[in-house]
């Protein structure tokens, strides 16, 4: 297992290896979001508390989710690259960056419009802790992908921005557990698994796991595509890449 | 512009809509510049090969 | 390799040097100073003075400012040492790289920092704050101006190799500052409607202490990559 993830790490391989999952992952994608769409908005029924706007929580609470998720992979993709400087790592971090921004921007329009339906007249309350943490993860995707461009130095970039990361972390912690340490208008904490499979009732389950789903492989689709695009530009003189382009053009 | 009956939810539909609407936006949006960057840089890439090619001839 | 110098005498070393350039260039010190009191007096100027809003935009007024005024003094820390070489002396020198840089974010705070507490009372009287409240001001900037420091190092050590490097700073380290603002400011409106502000207090004292033991080391890392 470990070999073949070492394996991975290569350019060449992982280009080839994501060039084969790909069609599957996009249309298993497609798939689920569809499915899950259709599900959330037509099939499911209404809340017997919020009625239809409790719809929202199909797009809200995965993109929510993996806002984080996707930071902590970010990071983690950091530190292999500020211990071991692959190559590899650094291009994954900077892809994840902008559909971990688009992710946290739902997660925040979306709770906004839901928590306008929700909590009355407001359509942001800027003294809940988790929106504000939420926000600041928000502006550390765009200081991520800013710093990332600032320079011509590709490599360098990907480190500085590693730090960067790794500085930010601390705010994940804070935004899942905001709910636990303060009064905040998010009640409870539904991110947890288990917590999910007790409190939401089975016949919304179902479109919200399929909607995770859904989410998660429309990030690790868009991931490979922008790490491919990126391993291209930045090995482009290499033979392999040679191959790959020539091999492409005539099939 | 009112909406089919299908497309009904109550009170709060705009809010609905408009949330899965933006979430479409901004995925396809996302995705059609991944698709395309890669697209692109093959293009570039193959076309700089045939530059290098019919130089060497 | 072990220095020869300890490595007590080699801190206070850079320390004083940062400490006696800094007061070598105070005009240029004073810069931020200043805005921030012109800024400060921007508000009341654009209310009315009797006005009952006042004090409650005092907190923020001032702690926003504070902010502001942190960012301008940042660059300070490490861009004449980066221009000149002598940054790159200090990486290459025998002590360890985080205790030296946390030498240089004290002398930012001893020069650019306490102004800003001592100023606050006086700002905090040109927005009525009640004296509770200014209490509350000082404290809150005494805890919080060293994480903005240490925490303001991190983005400019990240930022001090770019060209354009001043936009992105505020970028960067802005996000960061967003807690302590919150903490700070909440806690000024809080003890001036009379209300204990231990708990805040012991969440910015928090951040300060997790601030120290790890912004050193983000900082040295950085101020590496940027000297690459």
């Known amino acids: 297992m470990w070999v073949w993830f070492h394996k991975l790490g290569s350019p060449p391989y992982f280009f080839r290896f994501s060039g084969i999952v790909l069609p599957y992952l996009a249309v298993a994608c497609l798939l689920s979001l569809c499915i899950g769409v259709y599900w959330g908005l037509f099939i499911a029924p209404p809340d017997y508390q919020q009625s239809e706007t409790v719809r929202i929580m199909y797009i809200h609470v995965p993109a929510a989710m993996f806002s984080m998720s996707i930071y902590i992979v970010m990071a983690l993709a950091g530190a292999v690259t500020l211990i071991w400087r692959i190559k590899l790592a650094e291009l994954i971090a900077a892809a994840s960056a902008p559909i971990g921004a688009s992710y946290t921007f739902i ?20 003294s809940d802790p988790r929106l504000m943490s939420e926000l600041v993860l928000f502006f550390l995707y765009l200081g991520y992908i800013a710093l990332y461009y600032a320079s011509e130095d590709r490599r360098g970039a990907a480190r500085a921005a590693a730090v960067l990361a790794l500085v930010g972390l601390v705010n994940i912690p804070i935004i899942h557990y905001s709910v636990e340490w303060w009064t905040s208008l998010h009640q409870g904490s539904t991110t947890r698994g288990t917590q999910i499979a007790a409190t939401v009732h089975p016949s919304m389950r179902y479109p919200l796991f399929i909607m995770m789903l859904g989410f998660a492989l429309f990030y690790a689709v868009t991931l490979m595509k922008n790490t491919r695009s990126m391993l291209l530009a930045s090995e482009r003189n290499n033979a392999w890449v040679k191959e790959v382009v020539s091999q492409h053009e005539s099939p | 512009m009112s909406l089919p009956e299908w497309l009904n939810f109550g009170k709060w539909t705009p809010f609905i809509l408009a949330s899965y609407v933006i979430t479409a936006i901004v995925l396809l949006a996302n995705i059609v510049m991944s698709y395309r960057s890669e697209k692109r840089q093959l293009r570039e890439i193959a076309l700089k090969l045939r530059r290098e090619n019919r130089g060497k001839q | 390799m072990k220095a020869a110098t300890p490595l007590y005498s080699a801190l206070f070393a850079l320390l004083k040097r940062d400490l006696m350039l800094a007061f070598r260039h105070r005009a240029e010190l004073v810069n931020p100073l200043i805005f921030f009191l012109i800024v400060v007096s921007l508000f009341p ?77 006086l700002l905090g009287v040109m927005f009525n704050l009640p004296a509770a409240g200014i209490g509350a001001l000082v404290l809150t900037l005494l805890i919080g101006t060293p994480v903005l420091s240490l925490v303001g190092a991190i983005g400019v050590a990240l930022t001090v190799g770019l060209r354009r490097g001043g936009v992105l700073l505020s970028l960067l380290v802005l996000p960061l500052y967003i807690p302590i603002l919150i903490f700070g400011a909440g806690s000024v409106w809080d003890a001036a409607l009379g209300s204990s502000i231990q708990g805040p207090l012991l969440f910015l004292g928090a951040i300060l202490v997790l601030a120290l033991t790890l912004a050193p080391f983000a900082i040295a890392s950085a101020v590496r990559i940027s000297l690459e």
């Open chain 1, 107 to 126: 997660a925040l329009v979306t709770g906004s419009l839901w928590g306008r339906t929700a909590w009355g007249n407001t359509y942001w309350e800027w």
């Open chain 3, 45 to 121: 100027m654009g209310l009315n003075p009797q006005s009952q809003v006042l004090p409650m935009m005092g907190a923020a007024v001032i702690w926003v400012a504070a902010l502001l005024a942190a960012m301008l003094s940042l660059d300070n820390m490490f861009r004449s040492d980066f221009d000149d070489g002598t940054l790159e002396q200090i990486v290459l020198s025998p002590w360890p790289l985080p205790a030296m840089v946390l030498m240089k974010v004290l002398a930012h705070w001893l020069v650019s920092g306490i102004p800003l507490v001592l100023l606050s009372p």
